[in-house]
C-alpha cells in the first residue's frame, strides 16, 4: 500500500467545514448550529495568537483536529500553559498514529510557545481514550480536575 501525505498544520480559513464535520463525531448529540456562531467562533480563534486549532490533513482531508489554548500565567515565572481541548481523529481511522502525531505537534508547539505545563480533560468513561493521552505523554496522576457547569439551551446577547 502507497504512503498518503500527511499534513499537520495551523487551520485555515477553509478548513472550517471539515473541523466541524469531526465535532459531530466526537460530540453527536450537540444541538446544531445554524445561525452562523460556530463560524463568527471560529473566526476569532483564528485571529487570535493565542489561539490554536490544529488539523492533520491526509491527502488534503482533514482527518485528525485539537484545539490549544495558551493561556498568560502569572505564576511558575510568569510562564504560560496550555489547555487541550476538541481532541478528534475520525473513527475510520483511528489507531493508525495519526492522533498522536498531532498531539506531539501540539505540545511541541506549547513549548516552543514558552509553555510551562499543557492539561486536558477527559470523559472519565473513555478508558480509550485516557491509555491514549497518557501515550502521548500526559499524566492522569498528577492534578485532579473540577468541573462547574453553567448550562444555556442557547447563547444570548445582553
Not at 93 to 102: D, P, T
Not at 115 to 121: G, S
Not at 136 to 158: D, L, M, T
Amino acid at each position: 500500500m502507497e504512503k498518503q501525505d500527511c499534513i499537520i498544520r495551523i487551520a485555515e480559513d477553509n478548513d472550517f467545514q471539515g473541523i466541524i464535520g469531526l465535532l459531530v463525531q466526537l460530540i453527536p448529540n450537540d444541538p446544531s448550529i445554524t445561525d452562523g456562531t460556530n463560524r463568527v467562533v471560529f473566526d476569532q480563534i483564528l485571529q487570535d495568537p493565542n489561539l490554536h486549532y490544529f488539523v492533520l490533513a491526509l491527502d488534503g482531508k482533514i482527518i485528525s483536529t485539537c484545539y490549544l489554548n495558551i493561556i498568560p500565567n502569572l505564576a511558575i515565572y510568569a510562564s504560560p500553559y496550555g489547555v487541550i481541548e476538541n481532541v478528534i481523529t475520525d473513527a475510520a481511522m483511528r489507531g493508525k498514529g495519526y492522533g498522536k502525531q498531532l498531539m506531539l505537534f501540539a505540545l511541541k508547539h506549547a513549548w516552543q510557545a514558552g509553555c510551562h505545563k499543557v492539561m486536558l480533560q477527559s470523559a472519565a468513561f473513555r478508558e480509550d481514550a485516557h491509555r491514549f493521552y497518557e501515550d502521548c505523554g500526559f499524566n492522569p496522576r498528577e492534578k485532579i480536575a473540577f468541573i462547574a457547569r453553567y448550562r444555556v439551551a442557547k447563547h444570548s446577547q445582553v
